[in-house]
């Protein structure tokens, strides 16, 4: 069935190192990815989504490109903030039951070290 | 302001008891939805709302029961809560691709 993997629960990094978090998803249909970010007690907020027109979104520094080929959506930023700190989801629009949902992965939680 | 509004923040209650959570988006959207984030911060949809219809979850027990009056509102309410029932409810409302979330209810079981 259709699904979405973060293959990582924990990345802790040293701020000003470039950051990837992995996202992998199974789809029937041509996927809408998501990453969302949840900084602690909030609610979780929309960072990036993937564009139909192959553009690649970015925003506050990261961005994603999604690539059919492998069935990734991976989050990349080139330096690491100790803001950044904080648990991110990756998600995907599914069709389930006749309606549109939003499935999310595990979760990453990053943290980001002096 | 334009969002989705929770309340409580928090509640703690005893095993057996019943609770309901509110929720109201001042968005505008069609459909709601509440999810369940665990322990683990595993995030699983229980229940969305559109025009009337509801999808139910169905891993989600009976003692669960959504509650609309109208497109703005989607309460939850829990009958004979169990201590597995201790998480975040994390309400959200949508339209097309934009989905909004609340800042949650904590739920603590004792």
């Known amino acids: 069935g259709d699904s979405v993997t973060q293959t990582e629960g924990l990345v802790t990094l040293t701020e000003g190192l470039p950051v990837m978090l992995n996202c992998t998803y199974q789809?029937?249909?041509?996927?809408?990815l998501f990453w969302y970010v949840q900084h602690l007690n909030e609610a979780p907020k929309l960072l990036l989504k993937?564009?139909?027109?192959?553009k690649r979104p970015e925003h506050q520094g990261f961005h994603a490109t999604l690539h059919k080929s492998s069935s990734s959506f991976h989050l990349q930023k080139s330096s690491a903030q100790l803001s950044d700190s904080a648990l991110y989801y990756c998600?995907?629009?599914?069709?389930?039951?006749?309606?549109?949902?939003?499935?999310f992965g595990k979760g990453t939680q990053l943290i980001i070290q002096p | 302001e334009t969002a989705v509004f929770q309340t409580p923040n928090y509640h703690v209650t005893q095993v057996g008891n019943e609770v309901s959570f509110n929720c109201k988006q001042t968005?505008?959207?069609?459909?709601m939805y509440w999810y369940k984030q665990d322990s683990k911060k595993l995030l699983k949809i229980m229940f969305s709302?559109?025009?009337?219809?509801?999808?139910v979850n169905e891993t989600v027990p009976r003692r669960f029961s959504p509650q609309s009056s109208d497109k703005a509102h989607l309460n939850l309410r829990i009958k004979s809560v169990e201590p597995e029932d201790s998480a975040v409810y994390l309400c959200?409302?949508?339209?097309?691709?934009?989905?909004?979330f609340g800042s949650g209810t904590r739920l603590l079981v004792i």
């Open positions: 959200a409302s949508s339209q097309g691709t934009d989905y909004t």
């Open positions: 789809s029937t249909y041509s996927p809408f």
């Open positions: 993937s564009f139909t027109d192959n």
């Open positions: 998600a995907s629009l599914m069709n389930t039951e006749g309606a549109d949902r939003l499935t």
């Open positions: 968005l505008g959207h069609d459909t």
């Open positions: 709302y559109n025009n009337k219809q509801l999808i």
